[in-house]
T-cell receptor, first 114, second 114 residues
Framework: GQQLNQSPQSMFIQEGEDVSMNCTSSSIFNTWLWYKQDPGEGPVLLIALYKAGELTSNGRLTAQFGITRKDSFLNISASIPSDVGIYFCAGRNAGGTSYGKLTFGQGTILTVHP | DSGVTQTPKHLITATGQRVTLRCSPRSGDLSVYWYQQSLDQGLQFLIQYYNGEERAKGNILERFSAQQFPDLHSELNLSSLELGDSALYFC?????????????FGPGTRLTVT
């Protein structure tokens, strides 16, 4: 089945630093999404990308849909303590029996030191 | 708050037992998805319903079943529970069944099997 490799597994940074994480897939996706999960909560959608090459921003977050459709990255600029959490990439295919099924990466645990 | 509600928040039960997890989608959403999150497997898609009908199946065990009722709430039934079934179970909902509709996750049910 499809697998997503997300890296790094964890990051420890100082407040104010920029962060970059990425996801690669063994197969093509039509949509890439980035979610954030806080302890004890469900994943919250941060950014959705629908076209290869697309670059989208949401405040201090920027994400890109790779040209090959097999990868995506997420950047967080000027990190703040509330950025702490687990970030997940997810890929989605269209049609067939997949419908809206999401395939998730393993997650990146982000710790921000004040 | 995503608007998706899940009950109960926590559930502790013994091996061999059966439990039912409940999900109410966001107002207006017709599609419901169930995901399992465990330390070793990460976030895995289980099953999807749209307007009462099953639309897609993922890595769902035969001991697990789900349904979506006419009022659009959904229940995930887990039977003959094993220690390895201990996990967070998330429900997500979207307006439609396919790839054009983003999924919003509930807060999850933490299942502990002892």
């Amino acid at each position: 089945g499809q697998q997503l490799n997300q890296s790094p597994q964890s990051m420890f940074i100082q407040e104010g630093e920029d962060v970059s994480m990425n996801c690669t897939s063994s197969s093509i996706f039509n949509t890439w999404l980035w979610y954030k999960q806080d302890p004890g909560e469900g994943p919250v959608l941060l950014i959705a990308l629908y076209k290869a090459g697309e670059l989208t921003s949401n405040g201090r977050l920027t994400a890109q849909f790779g040209i090959t459709r097999k990868d995506s990255f997420l950047n967080i600029s000027a990190s703040i303590p509330s950025d702490v959490g687990i970030y997940f990439c997810a890929g989605r295919n269209a049609g067939g029996t997949s419908y809206g099924k999401l395939t998730f990466g393993q997650g990146t645990i982000l710790t921000v030191h004040p | 708050d995503s608007g998706v509600t899940q009950t109960p928040k926590h559930l502790i039960t013994a091996t061999g037992q059966r439990v039912t997890l409940r999900c109410s989608p966001r107002s207006g959403d017709l599609s419901v998805y169930w995901y399992q999150q465990s330390l070793d497997q990460g976030l895995q898609f289980l099953i999807q319903y749209y307007n009462g009908e099953e639309r897609a199946k993922g890595n769902i065990l035969e001991r697990f079943s789900a349904q979506q009722f006419p009022d659009l709430h959904s229940e995930l039934n887990l039977s003959s529970l094993e220690l390895g079934d201990s996990a967070l179970y998330f429900c997500a909902s979207s307006v439609g069944p396919g790839e054009a509709y983003e999924q919003y996750f509930g807060p999850g049910t933490r299942l502990t099997v002892t």
